[in-house]
């Protein structure tokens, strides 16, 4: 159960902040970045058929070790190689980068998916008594959100108020500009549409969001009411 502590931290760390690091770090134009969110978000759809494919090798899998734990050591040190490799490889040319850094991640996501099945496949496996299996799940969800929190609560309230803010999670760094982005009425002053009709109320209710936007985390999405 303890185990999940690491397994889960790793999986919040990729998934709260790569995208982060990748877009402060100036690794690639906007073009290059559009590019590799599409190839995450395909990475993520064969996520979904890699799971049940991964489940049935499991099962057909025989060694003097059994089914589970060879897949929970092979998927562990592995995944631990290319979430290193996500945060550490760089290369002048923007293309080259995007190409690196898609199949990086398409590797640490199949990765990830032999640890987690095989891991979680472990469990019925461990007691044949109902009481203890919900026990030691209990254990494993306990440790797993301790792992989550640790990468997605405690990073962002230690690097708070710093000019770069700086997320060091075993040895590495992820660093981020402050948003020193100037909110007022010229922000919105150049109508992209057709229609260059404004309303004052429309004006103050978006401002208002941007605001309150800029304050939270970074992937959040906010929606203005009649703005």
Request: aromatic share 12%.
């Amino acid at each position: 159960a303890i185990g999940c502590t690491g397994r889960d931290m790793c999986y919040t760390l990729v998934s709260m902040y790569l995208l982060i690091y990748i877009q402060y770090s100036g690794l690639l134009n906007e073009a290059q970045f559009l590019v590799l969110t599409g190839i995450i978000v395909l990475c993520r759809v064969w996520d979904a058929v890699n799971d049940p494919m991964m489940g049935t090798i499991i099962s057909n899998t025989k060694t003097r070790l059994g089914k589970y734990r060879p897949w929970v050591l092979i998927g562990c040190l592995s995944n631990a190689i290319f979430l290193i490799l996500l945060f550490t490889l760089r290369f002048d040319n923007g293309w080259v980068n995007v190409i690196v850094l898609g199949v990086t991640y398409l590797l640490w996501g199949m990765t990830y998916t032999m640890n987690d099945v095989s891991y979680w496949s472990l469990l019925p496996a461990l007691s044949e008594d109902k009481e203890d299996r919900d026990k030691l799940t209990s254990m494993v969800a306990v440790f797993a959100s301790v792992g989550a929190f640790a990468a997605g609560g405690l990073v962002p309230t230690f690097t708070t108020g710093n000019a770069i803010e700086g997320y060091k999670v075993f040895g590495i760094t992820f660093e981020q500009g402050r948003n020193n982005f100037r909110i007022d009425e010229e922000l919105l002053s150049n109508m992209v549409t057709e229609n260059k009709e404004f309303p004052e109320e429309a004006k103050r209710d978006l401002i208002i969001a941007l605001i309150t936007l800029k304050y939270t985390q970074s992937n959040s999405v906010c929606y203005a009411y009649d703005g």
